[in-house]
């Protein structure tokens, strides 16, 4: 296969980790990022620790902007930066460049529709444990690196041959006919646990036995949320998910509070609320968690 020119806006636990194995597996990376980060990346490329892919290193080139087209941009930025992060990459310089971005949450697929072509944004889910621990170096920890990839506007042959070339890189890659489906199964999932473990301060295994109860009005309320939007709901499965999860879990807006950085609040519960609001659906559990996370400061 002909190998690609891939730009990576964010090269964090994710972005980097996929940028890493991208260019080990022969493609063209560039890193966007802050002229800190980038110079580190020019310098010493992008080290990967990972069980399950070996560490290594890989060369990547790396600047604060787009400044040529490239085939495909990988967004790997938290939704609390996508604003500043799109000024990266200007909508002249993507040119035909198939736009995937791996975010929380269900309403960035619209922002980015409003700054690039409709038909080159391909949303994907991703299920990693993947984490910077300094500029350029990432920590994988999972054994498992899954991307379901969709674009309901997109051309079926170019998510296959990106699905394709994902998978040789490393995680098992497959390309989802629904892309509402896709997004709405993670966001159904994401919130319930973030959401709580946040406003407790405890990892997965404190929420799920002391605030049960709570945890199941969540789950049920999400299921809904999702049914009327067109995804899926199964509120029993999503428990069993979570009982079979370690009890040290903790969510990725958990650290986010953890650490002082800004957290996805909006992005999750708040889409949350305004797509149950559209629908007519009630929500209280959700909408008390998020007014209690907004009034601690979040």
């Known amino acids: 296969m002909t190998n690609l020119t891939v730009a990576i806006l964010g090269p964090g636990g994710i ?9 080990r597996s022969g493609h063209r990376v560039v890193c966007l990022a ?10 010493s490329g992008i080290q990967v620790r990972s069980g399950l892919y070996g560490d ?36 002249k310089a993507l040119g035909d460049a198939l736009l995937v971005p791996f975010l929380n949450g269900v309403e960035h697929p619209a922002v980015l529709r409003a700054h690039h072509r409709s038909d080159l944004v391909a949303p994907a889910v991703i299920r990693v444990e993947s984490t910077r621990v300094a500029p350029g170096v990432i920590e994988h920890g999972s054994p498992f690196a899954e991307i379901d990839l969709a674009g309901d506007s997109v051309a079926r042959e170019r998510l296959e041959s990106l699905a394709q070339v994902l998978g040789e890189a490393g995680p098992t890659t497959r390309v989802l006919e629904d892309e509402t489906a896709a997004l709405w199964a993670k966001m159904s999932f994401l919130a319930p646990l973030a959401l709580l473990t946040t406003r407790y301060g405890l990892p997965l295994g404190g929420v799920r036995t002391r605030y049960r109860e709570e945890l199941t009005a969540l ?25 079979a999860f370690p009890a ?29 609001d559209r629908h007519g659906i009630a929500v209280p559990v959700t909408a008390r968690l998020v007014q209690e996370l907004r009034a601690a400061g979040h």
Do not use: N
């Open 15 to 23: 972005g980097g980790l996929l940028g890493g194995l991208l260019s």
């Open 219 to 243: 789950v049920d309320e999400a299921a809904a949320v999702s049914r009327a939007c067109g995804g899926p709901a199964d509120p029993g499965q999503a428990l069993t998910r979570y009982d």
């Open 34 to 43: 802050g002229e800190e980060t980038a110079g580190r990346l020019r310098d």
């Open 56 to 91: 290594f290193s890989a060369a990547v080139e790396a600047d604060t902007a787009l400044r040529e087209p490239v085939d495909v941009c990988l967004i790997a930025v938290k939704h609390t930066s996508l604003d500043a992060a799109l000024e990266r990459i200007p909508a």
């Open 248 to 276: 040290a879990t903790k969510s990725s807006m958990q650290r986010d509070a953890e650490t002082g950085r800004p957290i996805e609040l909006d992005a999750i519960g708040g889409a949350l609320l305004r797509a149950a």
